[in-house]
């Protein structure tokens, strides 16, 4: 697994001195970004063979939320590419090797050019070294979106909101969704369906199912399609 040994900061925390969930998604997106770096097969080389990797799905589960200036190792390892895909594990532990959070995440491979997949070429599954996924109980890619759901306001995609690829990031998606969540509301686990990028000036229309101890969010363009569905799972810790 590759690793990189981190502490987390005030800038990283919520009210309560712990590590946000946006935080974790960042450390989790950082430490792939950083393998891809060192192994040759970044930014640079994306752009050079106009190739681009875009998340279709997450699974994050949280055991616990680091506090403020804890010393944190971020892990992560592909486990399987097949055809355009890419699977890939992260995890998140404290000092004492203890699991803070781990997660599981499917990547598609794109052609810059056509915005259709790509097959993973030769020198990527050489570069990166697969190994054995991650123990933890994976949840299917697919979520299932209660037909009961509340339209809120309108949300316009922002210059702050995208990334290099100039689409809405994948954390932003989540942290927008995450604004629908109730008061008191742990996230134990979130899932989020990646179904099509968000650019400048797109209008997202929120809807939101709430249940006791869920919260579906679903994140539309103005013809009813989906950007992204994100669930959120209240902690039972």
């Known amino acids: 697994m590759y690793t990189f040994e981190s502490r987390i900061r005030y800038s990283e925390t919520d009210s309560e001195g712990k590590l946000t969930m946006a935080a974790l998604i960042n450390y989790f997106q950082d430490c792939s970004t950083f393998q891809s770096e060192d192994l040759g097969l970044g930014v640079e080389c994306l752009n050079r063979e106009h190739l681009v ?3 279709s799905s997450w699974q994050i589960v949280v055991e616990r939320y680091p506090r403020l200036c804890e010393r944190v190792t971020v892990g992560t390892l592909p486990y399987d590419m097949k055809g355009f895909l890419g699977y890939r594990n992260f995890a998140m532990t404290d000092e004492a090797g203890h699991d803070l959070a781990r997660a599981n ?3 598609s491979l794109l052609d810059t050019d056509t915005g259709k997949p790509r097959v993973v070429p030769s020198y990527m599954l050489e570069g990166y070294r697969l190994e054995e996924k991650l123990d933890m109980v994976y949840a299917p ?10 339209e809120r306001e309108p949300l316009v ?23 629908y969540l109730p008061d008191a509301f742990t996230v134990g686990q ?16 929120p809807a ?13 363009d103005t013809a009813g399609k989906p950007y992204t569905i994100v669930e959120f799972v209240r902690s039972s810790r």
């Open 53 to 55: 990797w875009v998340l």
């Open 105 to 107: 995440s499917l990547w």
């Open 141 to 150: 890619r697919k979520i299932i979106v209660p037909e009961q759901r509340e």
């Open 157 to 179: 995609v922002r210059k702050h909101h995208l990334d290099t690829n100039h689409h809405v990031n994948n954390q932003q998606f989540i942290q927008m969704a995450m604004a």
């Open 190 to 205: 979130v899932r989020a369906e990646y179904k099509k990028q968000a650019f400048l000036d797109n209008v997202l229309l």
């Open 208 to 220: 939101v199912s709430e249940e006791e101890n869920k919260v579906v969010v679903v994140l539309g």
